[in-house]
């Protein structure tokens, strides 16, 4: 079960919301686990936001079964079990440099309903579920409280087989959400979902930014669109990337940088994340040099800035030159980590202590 400490100290107002069940991933390659893991969109995107010192709130529902220490405490559904997924994964590599994956649902969570979200107001909201979680008045009540709402389209489009749970998607126009897609900021789709939406259409009602795995990521929006840049990492697991590639995205936004900036902050934190199985680690020093760089970043480009609800597209100057900066950290992490491993054998991974917050359970009891 989760547990949590009760210092007292200050915690910081948060600014985004995360919204989105927590789940238990077990990865299958040739009929073998070969890696079980703490799962959930949410849990991906609160690992960069924290990493990133950036103050947010989580809301997800688990069962009786969790057993996973997390920094942000989840709602308890005492009746239910926590959701379940299992990826099989084919030995194969094809010519996109991608395993095919097949991922069943076998095991539902409670959804979150509006009453689950907080009284607050936010700079972003993340909605983000994957196992059907996010209803549609839901997506609504997360739009009343925050100034932009960011979307996966994966917490939309995803439908389960009634039988062995695996994961199907629908076209965009057959789902409850279609009305709500002109009063969000962001929806976030894969290349392989947006043949399940209209992008020309969408991309009139608000920004599609369309994630391309190693060849980095596309944004649109109503008067244009750009190709940003990848970074180059040797994937063991994709599971994630996406989520992290939000979590990198909203950091960005979240200190002010353009929209391109942003995308490229999440292409960057998605190159990390497949290269780890499961939820990733981040080195602390890497973290650092990240920071650094964000902050140096944000400092030439101050004349840009402008309010959360007006997103920045146009690519300030000095674009490519932050991609090299951002690169350049993570060579230079990933040499210093070689250097303690020939020390010490174990590299420097980024802590994230628990939050010091009580379990609470459906009813809003502790």
């Given amino acids: 079960?989760?547990?949590?400490?009760?210092?007292?100290?200050q915690v910081p107002t948060p600014r985004v919301l995360i919204v989105g069940n927590y789940c238990h991933d077990v990865l299958i390659q040739n009929d073998t686990v070969v890696g079980e893991s703490l799962g959930g969109a949410?849990?991906?995107?609160?690992?960069?936001?924290?990493?990133?010192?950036?103050?947010c709130s989580l809301v997800a529902k688990v069962?009786?079964?969790?057993?996973?220490?997390?920094n942000h405490i989840p709602i308890l559904v005492p009746a239910s079990k926590t959701t379940v997924f299992h990826a099989y994964f084919d030995s194969g590599v094809h010519e996109n440099g991608n395993q095919d994956r097949v991922l069943k649902r076998v095991c539902l969570c409670d959804p979150i309903s509006p009453t689950d979200l907080p009284d607050a107001r936010f700079?972003?909201?993340?909605?983000?579920?994957?196992?059907?979680?996010?209803?549609?008045?839901?997506?609504?009540?997360?739009?009343?409280?925050?100034?932009?709402v960011l979307v996966d389209i994966q917490a939309l489009?995803?439908?389960?087989?009634?039988v062995d749970g695996t994961?199907?998607?629908?076209?965009?126009r057959e789902t409850g959400?279609?009305?709500?897609?002109?009063r969000i900021g962001v929806l976030k789709v894969s290349s392989e979902e947006a043949v399940f939406m209209d992008v020309e259409e969408v991309r009139k009602w608000c920004c599609v930014v369309v994630t391309k795995g190693e060849d980095g990521c596309k944004v649109c929006w109503k008067d244009g669109e750009m190709e940003i840049s990848p970074f180059l990492a040797n994937q063991e697991d994709p599971t994630g990337a996406g989520d992290s590639f939000l979590g990198g995205f909203v950091t960005g936004l979240m200190q002010g940088l353009a929209v391109p900036d942003a995308a490229l902050l999440g292409n960057f934190f998605g190159s990390l994340t497949v290269e780890q199985i499961g939820l990733p680690k981040f080195d602390s020093r890497l973290l650092q040099r990240v920071k650094d760089e964000v902050q140096r970043r944000k400092t030439q480009c101050l004349h840009y800035e402008g309010n959360y609800d007006e997103l920045m597209f146009l690519k300030p100057e000095g674009h490519e030159q932050f991609h090299s900066s951002l690169g350049a950290a993570k060579l230079l992490t990933q040499h210093s980590i070689q250097e303690s491993k020939d020390c010490s054998g174990q590299p420097k991974l980024a802590v994230n202590p628990v939050n010091d917050e009580a379990m609470q359970t459906a009813d809003g009891k502790p």
């Fill in 1 to 9: 079960m989760v547990t949590a400490s009760h210092k007292t100290h």
């Fill in 42 to 55: 949410s849990s991906f995107i609160a690992s960069v936001l924290d990493g990133m010192s950036i103050p």
């Fill in 63 to 70: 069962g009786h079964d969790f057993r996973y220490q997390v």
């Fill in 123 to 148: 700079d972003f909201g993340m909605a983000v579920g994957v196992g059907g979680e996010i209803l549609p008045q839901t997506l609504e009540r997360m739009i009343e409280i925050c100034d932009v």
């Fill in 157 to 162: 489009i995803r439908d389960f087989d009634a």
């Fill in 167 to 172: 994961v199907k998607l629908v076209d965009l």
């Fill in 177 to 182: 959400f279609r009305s709500l897609l002109p």
